[in-house]
């Protein structure tokens, strides 16, 4: 006959050992999420993942884009900081995806700037790299790309990445583009000669209409592609 004292000491130990299991569990959803985390670094999302072009105009008024991407698996260094002597513009880079509606996000500091991870590297012997930021913000004043329009053709652009390597760019074009007329395809290929485009909003500010109604486009190539440069 079981006896109360043997009861509870049965019921002890069922109770510690579910606790132990839980605690099992727990720790290895835990290295499952941090495994898969590690391994993701470094690798871009697939095509399936690509959408049709579309843009749109955020709060702040500044470019929203659902890109056409080929991507690949190859790895790659992630650029960690521009330099852009001419307008000031010296900051950290933070790689950014697409939102929940299929929107390209931009870092919500306006003091920093984003390169669209789905795309090419900066440094990729092929395609656009795209970096974006803000103009302003109602609450942040001023952001990183204020001056982005003051760009003339020989302006240097400086990208350093994680492996520590520099890369040198030189401006050679500045355009102000109604956002309805952006060339997504080819601002955003990730085929034909390498380049970096630097993308914010500018132009007509319509509170009324989405906010700023255009897209100011800095496109630059690699410093040595400049066989008149020092």
């Known amino acids: 006959m079981t006896t109360p004292r043997l009861l509870r000491l049965i019921l002890v130990l069922c109770i510690a050992g579910l606790v132990v299991a839980?605690?099992?569990l727990g720790w290895w959803q835990w290295q499952s999420h941090e495994s898969t985390?590690?391994?993701s670094v470094g690798q871009r999302p697939s095509a399936s993942t690509s959408a049709a072009p579309v843009v749109t105009s955020s709060p702040s008024g500044a470019p929203s884009t659902t890109p056409?991407?080929?991507a690949s698996p190859d790895l790659y260094a992630v650029p960690r900081r521009v330099r852009v002597p001419a307008i000031d513009v010296s900051t950290s880079i933070v790689p950014v995806a697409l939102d929940e509606n299929g929107a390209l996000e931009?870092?919500?500091d306006i003091r920093i700037v984003g390169w669209y991870e789905w795309g090419v590297p900066p440094g990729a012997d092929r395609g656009s790299a795209v970096l974006v930021a803000h103009r302003d913000g109602r609450e942040q004043g001023r952001g990183v790309f204020y001056r982005l329009g003051e760009l003339s053709p020989g302006d240097r652009i400086?990208?350093?990445d994680d492996a520590g390597e520099s890369l040198e760019y030189r401006v050679v074009s500045r355009e102000?583009?109604?956002k309805k007329k952006l060339p997504y395809d080819e601002l955003f290929a990730v085929d034909g000669p390498p380049r970096l485009t630097?993308?914010?909003c500018g132009g007509y500010y319509d509170p009324d209409n989405g906010g700023y109604q255009d897209n100011v486009v800095v496109v630059a190539v690699p410093a040595e592609q400049d066989v008149t440069s020092d």
Do not use: N
Request: hydrophobic share 50%; aromatic share 4%; charged share 20%.
């Open 37 to 39: 985390s590690v391994e």
């Open 106 to 108: 931009v870092p919500d």
């Open 176 to 178: 102000s583009i109604l």
């Open 22 to 24: 839980l605690g099992a």
């Open 158 to 160: 400086f990208v350093r």
């Open 68 to 70: 056409s991407v080929e």
């Open 198 to 200: 630097l993308i914010s």
